[in-house]
């Protein structure tokens, strides 16, 4: 049985100089370290591969097949890899976010700040705490806080981005709603 996952490309859905092809793509083999069709269940440990999204393209894929798992974060590999939808980055950080939602005891990739952030890097920010907020660098970039409960999940999301965001401006988010920004 196989799952969604994320998988990073360079632009023209180019992996390593394999030219992969929308719909299903199939190998003979899966180990993480050196065969099959790589991807991960996390979309932000696609940026430890191809850290840079803006040059490099985000899909969500179906894994299936022969599958591998790397231990040391949520890469995987695969004998079929279904590539089915690409990703906008708003899409990507969203996935991200509803992928520690649904894994509260998962470690944070290097891309989740925690309490207080800023968008400089990648043009987003993933902000966990309980009063987290977010400094915007450029007009229209993402942000997005997810408020942790008293039992230190996170629960709330606060997603931002496009017209609604401006450089400069640091969003803040609050637990309890009868505070004041």
Known sequence: MGYF????????????????????NECAHATCVKEGFHAAENPLDCLSYYPNFDKSECWLCYADGEIHENGSDSK???????????LEKWEFVYEAC???????WSDYNRHVQTDVGTTAEQGFAIVVGENPQAEVKADGDIVALLVKSERGRAEK???????ETKKGVVYRAWRDETDEC
Do not use: A
Request: aromatic share 16%; glycine share 8%.
């Open 157 to 163: 999301l606060i997603f931002l981005y496009g017209e």
């Open 98 to 104: 509803r992928y520690i939602i649904d894994h509260p």
């Open 5 to 24: 996952c994320y998988k990073m490309f360079d632009k023209g859905l180019s992996c390593r100089g394999y030219k992969f092809k929308v719909g299903v």
């Open 76 to 86: 995987l590999s695969c004998t079929r890899l279904e590539i089915l939808r690409r």
